[in-house]
């Protein structure tokens, strides 16, 4: 947490930033402005926007406009995660500025403006190592899909020091609500839904995540979290499917907001 109040390491990751996402059109991040930065001083462009937070709740913004927000809010996250391996994450509502361009001109009329997405306060990235991050994509797979045994041993994966005290149990028990999951009775739960359940799980069967395993958990939670309030009918564990799983479906990240 300390290396958060040395600015020049949030210039940094924004530089890095703008780099990953430079050829997207519907995202960007606030420029620092060297030479204007120093461990205790920071700036930066000046970005306009309002907060996502009037879209999420219905302020500003027409259905359309929200659902594009939930899917370019999503896809960004999921490119920084299984593309880039270098994660914003602090994305609660507060660091997220929209843009809705305006037109007068008739012709322009005719085609839907998309939002813009602004991330700001970058000063808290995670990185994954190639281990956590090949254990945390199977994880992904097996929860997508609805593998329990497979979602259970992966966990266990995620900490180089792992004291669960029975692994046997918490295995046995996350294969039966998996397996319930996908019955006729349990097909009713959001995917994220179960993905709570089963975090709660880890936390009874004492089960050890490393921290910045558990900081892109946490950040993909709190993404969606909004993100289901602007478009309920979007899942994101549908998206990680057809990501990891679907490849003939599956375009690259560039290609998706890149126009």
Avoid at 6 to 22: P, Q, V
Avoid at 29 to 44: A, C, G, N, R, T
Avoid at 48 to 55: R, Y
Avoid at 238 to 259: E, G, I, M, W, Y
Wanted: hydrophobic share 40%.
């Amino acid at each position: 947490m300390m290396s958060q109040v040395d600015l020049s390491r949030e210039a940094a990751h924004l530089s890095r930033f703008i780099y990953n996402f430079r050829r997207w059109k519907l995202v960007s991040f606030p420029k620092p402005l060297y030479p204007l930065v120093h461990p205790s001083v920071l700036v930066e462009t000046f970005e306009q926007g309002e907060s996502v937070s009037h879209f999420i709740d219905e302020i500003d913004g027409s259905d359309s406009i929200r659902r594009d927000l939930a899917h370019i809010g999503t896809y960004a996250l999921l490119k920084m995660l299984l593309e880039d391996n270098f994660i914003h994450a602090d994305m609660h509502p507060g660091n997220i500025l929209v843009r809705v361009p305006q037109s007068n001109n008739r012709r322009k009329k005719l085609f839907r403006n998309r939002p813009h997405i602004i991330f700001l306060d970058v000063g808290m990235t995670a990185e994954l190592s190639k281990t956590d991050r090949g254990n945390l994509r199977e994880f992904f797979k097996a929860v997508a899909i609805r593998d329990g045994r497979t979602a259970a041993e992966c966990t266990l994966r995620l900490s180089k020091q792992q004291n669960c005290p029975n692994p046997n149990a918490f295995i046995e028990e996350l294969d039966k609500t998996f397996t319930f999951w996908g019955t006729p009775e349990g097909d009713i739960f959001h995917p994220v839904e179960c993905m709570h359940q089963l975090l709660e799980q880890v936390r009874r069967h004492q089960v050890n995540v490393d921290g910045n395993v558990c900081t892109v958990l946490v950040t993909i939670l709190v993404l969606e979290g909004w993100q289901r309030k602007l478009d309920p009918d979007f899942d994101i564990m549908q998206t990680l499917k057809s990501l990891l799983l679907d490849k003939k479906d599956a375009r690259p990240f560039n290609c998706v907001f890149s126009s």
